[in-house]
């Protein structure tokens, strides 16, 4: 083969490469507006309106027969819905992994959700029931699509692009989720100038967020495509380590037999970290990811509490700091990609927990009644929020091993959004014990501190190494 047909080849494969990340791009840009604009701004206020309606005279509602306060449904499908995702994400993962087809298992994940998302145009009156099914669809569906979403990066960049591609990703998604949010509140805002009521104006943007969904999810599955899996080529190779001989149809019986024992939810699960322990140090930055995004969860979750309970800010003011966020985030998001081109994942990540360390220790100064220094730390929180998950997602994707890239990041994608439980309850113990949501919001320090303490314990370029990839100049 001639130098030029060898040129011709490279040239060609990179730019398919680079027709598959603008794709994978637009499912970002597809799917951050259910997070921004259904979750943490319009359907918690409006489910809980839709429960009280529904409620009895002291307050309960009755779904299965269960009493429950309606000020706690919205939280409870919320909880559901990532113990739904828990158990479905490490079979999909699996699958996923085994067959090579994850695209069709991604646009059926995405569907399912967007269309549970475009449903709730139909959450009216006192259906509440409705309401939390529909969350409880929408959101497991929407974990299951990112981890299958995510476990194409290792795929489609390589070892140098993926900081840069992962951080597009993210600001994609930033930037989708402040457009239609100003177009929501618009909506919101003057739905009597559009002739609609509050309740059809609030209807209108979450079935919107599922149309957006939808249609854009139409880019990635075209661009996206399927490749033979690493793990197929691995489970025909003997392994020296396994007494049962792979050529004995009585052993394949007894292995296919295991396999389906432990299949189900949380068997595979476990099956996943009995595999991960052979990667010591990618559970080492898992361990690590997990309690500084656990603080940053937290941050992102009880901000706006802190913002109206103890600096006593009105609705108009907060939601104007949420927007402010998505937009600087996505400035955060490409502006800490260039930084790890030149310092490299890992010190760039460290960076911006340092920075998340000093911004809630100036939270906790602000003075009450003053949004300007509210919009300040809202600011600071966008620059770095984007650039510290984008680049925790390409770092992780040097320590999957290959062939295991659904599976490990279905364990990510835990991490994520099903283990932040921790911020939360230290959170509320502070501000039980204290009385102060100054108190309360200074302990989630902690986590940005033993994150860092972790993460530079861990030694990337041994990990990438060990997982059994080529490891970047920089990193």
């Known amino acids: 083969m001639d130098i030029d047909t060898v ?128 969350l409880i669809v929408a959101n497991a569906a929407q974990s299951v699509a990112m981890m299958l979403y995510n476990s194409y990066l290792p795929q489609i960049a390589s070892p140098e692009e993926r900081d840069a591609v992962s951080s597009r990703g993210w600001a994609f998604g930033y930037a989708a989720g402040s457009l239609v949010l100003v177009v929501n509140l618009v909506l919101y805002l003057a739905h009597d100038s559009f002739g609609v009521s509050e309740s059809m104006a609030v209807r209108i943007c979450l079935a919107s967020a599922g149309l957006w969904w939808g249609g854009f999810t139409l880019i990635p599955l075209l661009r996206l495509r399927d490749r033979p899996t690493a793990a197929r080529e691995a489970t025909a190779r003997p392994d020296p380590t396994d007494p049962t001989d792979p050529t004995d149809p009585t052993d394949r019986m007894d292995r296919t037999d295991r396999t389906v024992r432990t299949a189900p939810g949380l068997r595979q699960l476990a099956a996943t970290v009995r595999d991960m322990r052979r990667h ?12 500084y995004n656990d603080g940053i969860q937290t941050v992102i979750s009880q901000a706006s509490l802190y913002g109206s309970e103890e600096l006593g800010l009105g609705q108009s003011t907060l939601i104007g700091a949420v927007l402010l966020v998505q937009v600087l985030a996505v400035a955060g998001a490409l ?10 994942a890992k010190r760039t990540i460290l960076g911006s927990l340092a920075a998340w360390t000093l911004t809630l220790g100036a939270g906790y100064f602000l003075p009450a009644g003053a949004p300007v220094g509210f919009f300040l730390l809202a600011a600071a929180i966008g ?93």
């Not at 990618?282 to 309690?291: E, G, H, R, V």
């Not at 502006?335 to 490299?344: D, E, F, K």
């Not at 364990?411 to 100054?438: C, N, V």
């Open 335 to 344: 502006g800490m990609g260039r930084l790890a081109r030149t310092y490299g």
């Open 7 to 134: 040129r011709t080849a490279a040239s060609d494969e990179a730019a398919e490469r680079r027709r598959e990340q603008r794709g994978w791009y637009f499912y970002d840009w597809a799917c951050s507006v259910y997070s921004t604009s259904v979750l943490t701004v319009f359907l918690g206020p409006y489910l809980t309106s839709v429960a009280k309606r529904a409620a009895d005279a002291d307050g309960y509602v009755h779904p299965l027969g269960i009493p429950l306060r309606a000020g706690s449904f919205f939280a409870y499908s919320v909880s559901l819905s990532v113990i739904v995702a828990v158990l479905v994400m490490p079979l999909v993962g699996a699958a996923a992994d085994r067959s090579g087809r994850k695209k069709p298992l991604l646009g059926a994940a995405a569907y399912v959700g967007a269309a549970a998302t475009a449903g709730m145009f139909f959450l009216g009156g006192d259906r509440y029931l409705l309401g939390g099914a529909l």
């Open 280 to 291: 010591p140090l990618t559970l080492s930055f898992l361990l690590a990811y997990l309690i």
């Open 383 to 475: 620059l770095v929020l984007g650039g510290s998950q984008a680049l925790s997602r390409s770092l992780f994707s040097h320590l999957v091993p290959p062939g295991k890239e659904a599976e490990y990041f279905s364990a990510y994608e835990m991490s994520d959004r099903g283990m932040s439980w921790l911020g939360p309850l230290l959170f509320g113990i502070t501000y039980q014990l204290t009385g102060s949501y100054r108190d309360a919001i200074i302990s989630l320090v902690v986590f940005f501190v033993v994150g860092f303490l972790l993460l530079v314990r861990v030694p990337v370029r041994q990990a990438i190494g060990d997982a059994g990839n080529p490891v970047p100049e920089k990193i």
